[in-house]
């Protein structure tokens, strides 16, 4: 096990423990081919992050399942539907990633499975996050299995705070991520200052303000709301929503490039397959022609006009940027506006 007195799991420590468990006794809940082949995984030579949902799950003993696997449709008391809740702070089940609960091998997996889903260049942005935010990798972090790896159904939700992140093998019909997801920074002072020092995230909110600057007079009494609404306010609202701000339809083509831009970086942080999902999905509602972006006046760190909250948003597809006090981003995507969630 990593000892206690560490306080963070960085990828250089992350390599290391990788390295140290190619041995040929590491997982020995394993079959021969199984094992080489987990030795293998974790060392980051093959495999995706679905294979390593697949390995962690073989790992487990029954006493670990209990915790932390569940039924694809469980039903929690509070959260409903527990596999499709969001929340900004949470943890799905009780036990730690970085805890006795799981061994060093279990633990190699669970980051494989996060590195798998998320960019490598984007790995120390998310690191300097879980840092700020939690103490390091692992730490105030959980994780919770649906259904059977391996199979047609079946998902991996990592939680912790400011993140809900999933891994399902498009398990989940008509979503993107294997359902909503969200993201946030709060580098070190809970109410940011006006250009968000520190923030990793923060340039996605300098690029869709870009395009607020690129707007007239008229289109910017459109864009810009008053008050922002309650930030776990994102349901899909349909093709017969009522959407606040201005229709990216109505940009010029110089706009919707920037527009183009602002996407790109949402969607950045994560895997092809997942971005290409959010694309797929945003295509068929009738791509972002068919959303609103909308920048919402209060509240305005530093009083600074740069608005710090914003959301684009059509019939089935809500990235709502909340900026303060602190990041918040709540992501909802799919190709149906049935889709519901539980947040």
């Not at 889903?117 to 300097?128: A, H, L, N, Q, S």
């Not at 919707?256 to 994560?270: A, G, H, R």
Request: glycine share 8%; proline share 4%.
């Amino acid at each position: 096990m990593i000892p206690a007195s560490d306080s963070r799991v960085n990828r250089r420590n992350f390599l290391a423990v990788g390295g140290a468990i190619g041995a040929s006794t590491a997982l020995p809940w394993l079959g021969s081919a199984q094992r080489v082949r987990a030795e293998e995984l974790i060392a980051g030579k093959v495999g995706t992050a679905e294979n390593a949902v697949e390995h962690l799950f073989a790992s487990l003993s029954e006493a670990q399942r209990q915790k932390i696997c569940f039924a694809w449709d469980h039903m929690d008391a509070e959260r409903g539907l527990l596999r499709t809740h969001i929340a900004n702070n949470w943890q799905i089940s009780e036990p730690e990633v970085q805890s006795e609960f799981y061994s060093s091998e279990q633990q190699a997996l669970i980051r494989k499975v996060f590195e798998g889903i998320i960019r490598p260049d984007w790995y120390p942005r998310f690191d300097r996050q879980l840092n700020d935010d939690a103490g390091g990798w692992g730490h105030e972090q959980s994780v919770a299995i649906f259904g059977t790896p391996g199979t047609s159904q079946f998902e991996f939700v990592l939680t912790g705070r400011h993140m809900t992140i999933r891994c399902d093998g498009n398990s989940a019909d008509h979503v993107a991520f294997g359902g909503p997801i969200f993201y946030g920074h709060d580098p070190g002072n809970f109410n940011e200052s006006a250009d968000h020092p520190g923030n990793v995230f923060w340039h996605q909110a300098v690029a869709a303000n870009r395009v607020y600057s690129m707007l007239d007079g008229s289109q910017r009494k459109l864009a810009l709301a008053s008050k922002s609404p309650d930030e776990k306010e994102v349901p899909f609202q349909g093709t017969q929503g009522k959407f606040s701000g201005i229709a990216v339809k109505e940009l010029s083509s110089d706009q919707k490039s920037e527009m183009q831009l602002v996407l790109d970086l949402l969607i950045e942080p994560y895997r092809q397959s997942d971005r290409d999902e959010v694309i797929s999905c945003l295509t068929s509602q009738g791509g972002l022609d068919a959303c609103h972006l909308t920048f919402f006046q209060e509240p305005d760190i530093g009083n600074d006009s740069v608005w710090d909250n914003w959301r684009l948003e059509g019939p089935s597809f809500v990235w709502f940027f909340r900026g303060a006090p602190h990041v918040h981003v709540w992501v909802n995507v799919a190709d149906d506006s049935s889709v519901t969630l539980n947040s």
